[in-house]
């Protein structure tokens, strides 16, 4: 279930753990709105944790549990941050959506695609 097919990814899940969706043909909905503020929540809250990160491993005084509940803290809000990216890349335009309704790779969509970072961890 996809943007694509008209439901949104919400930064929440349901109680069972699985993940929440919301259909909606407008993206200024009340439940929109509060979806998008509790992202911008998490994503601010995640560079905020990773301020302290630096800062306690910059110690050499942290003890094992102070880095294991650092480690734990990260994971949510890496965990979090994932569900954003994926949650916002799902509302972007496709190629079919392009302004000039052509789905090729010329132009400057192009120059952005060939000067896009390879993945060094990449085995091909």
Known sequence: MTATNGLRLLPWSSPEGKPCFLSTDSGSSRLS????????LQLSMGAELLGH???LLN????DV???RFL????C???RDALRVAESRG???????DDDDGDA???????????????NPLSTS
Do not use: F, N
């Open 59 to 62: 110690e050499r005084k942290a």
């Open 53 to 55: 990160a630096h800062a």
């Open 104 to 118: 090729d790779q010329t132009g400057e969509d192009a120059k952005r695609v060939s000067a896009a970072p390879q």
């Open 76 to 78: 949510e809000a890496l």
């Open 90 to 96: 799902e509302r972007l335009p496709t190629h079919d």
């Open 65 to 67: 549990r102070e880095v």
């Open 33 to 40: 709105r509060r979806a998008d503020e509790i992202e911008d």
């Open 71 to 74: 480690a734990e803290r990260l």
